[in-house]
């Protein structure tokens, strides 16, 4: 009977320590977000949100992008992201020959930046997670 209490007590122990881990990996820090939004390309159109790279780059305020890491926090920690993120901006952009022809024009999509911005985060936190585990082995496959 002791022995599975004990059990008990270890699986709670290892979940609570897991759970805590993952809250405290959910954290986005605002060092993180300006990394993110630098990473950005410049020149690119706007999305549906009508927010441009060049202009998140000169926010150079603290408390935007405080505000924009708690919020990326939030969405990390509920796992679930704006609905209006979901949803996205396409156009078509004409390559050449006759303009009537529909097989000369090319579909770009346009998400909201912000949300490009956020899975910039995440991806830049799954790449370095990645390359520290990555076995020697498997150098070749690495981003040089």
């Given at each position: ?37 630098r ?40 796992a ?46 799954i ?18």
């Amino acid at each position: 009977m002791a022995c599975k209490r004990r059990d008990a007590a270890l699986s709670r122990d290892r979940t609570a320590a897991r759970d805590h881990r993952r809250q405290k990996n959910a954290v986005a820090r605002t060092q993180e977000v300006r990394a993110a939004i630098r990473s950005l390309p410049n020149g690119k159109a706007a999305g549906d949100d009508k927010i441009t790279a060049d202009f998140l780059k000169s926010c150079h305020d603290n408390a935007i992008l405080l505000l924009f890491a708690n919020s990326f926090t939030n969405y990390m920690q509920s796992a679930k992201v704006p609905v209006k993120w979901k949803t996205s901006y396409t156009t078509l952009i004409f390559k050449k020959g006759g303009k009537e022809d529909l097989e000369n024009y090319r579909p770009i999509c346009l998400p909201h930046l912000l949300y490009k911005a956020f899975t910039k985060l995440v991806l830049n936190r799954i790449r370095g997670t990645l390359e520290e585990d990555q076995p020697v082995e498997q150098a070749g496959f690495c981003r040089s």
